[in-house]
């Protein structure tokens, strides 16, 4: 009989997924209370849950060659990096991790006061060597799924957020090239709109950039990744009275 896996290269590590998802399965449907701290004369396991759900979605460029390249990084068990989705330039998306399941995509990060991001987020990588441009076909790809995600786990349009973001100084992905602003138009992060907008005296650009999310502890880090977001045509790490104005409105938007 005919099978759809024939000639699956992905067919060896598929296996380890499965054992390996096995393994949490029956992990999970263990009753918990023998190993607490003061176990009770009997478990009493609660009626009442569900799966923790993600909450935000972090974007991601490959910095690789080819879709084909990042998936065999992806299931080399050596390179311990993943991600729950890989969009490449035609538009195809690979769905290599269930949403459930913990990715390891955004490595030494933090959002906020979100320290462990793998552990809230699903991860996107698209396929892009660093500096090209992404096709029109990973954009609809792309947006097609954020509005799944959105809608499935009630995701906050402030939570859409890239690499960079939370790893300044470490990461510079999705390059400068990556739509921004069509994505926040579509409800997938927040934008500016400084016509109107009034600069108090008082105003500290760092504590904005600390309130809208980004870790300030290298201010000229956080200050790059922030212009990669937010003003890509401005590769420099200063602020200009501009730029304050912008991060006036947008710390107003993502307090
Ligand atoms: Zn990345």
Known sequence: MACACAGNPYRSSNKIYRRQAKDFARQLSTLPGVDSLQPAAYSAGTTNFSLRKPNFVVIHHTAQNSCEQTLKTFT????????????????????????????WHGGAAKWGSSTDINSNSIGIEIDNNGYETFTDAQINSLLRLLAVLKKQYSIPAANFIGHADIAPGRKVDPNRNFPWQQLATNGFGLWYDTTSTQLPDNFNAMQALRIIGYNIQDSASAVYSF???FIQTDSSKMITDADKKILFDLMNKYQ
Do not use: E, F, W
């Open 76 to 103: 080399t068990p050596q390179t311990q990096v993943s991600a729950h989705y890989v969009i490449c330039k035609d538009g195809t998306i690979h769905h290599m991790l269930n949403d459930y399941l913990r990715a």
């Open 227 to 229: 212009k990669l977001h």
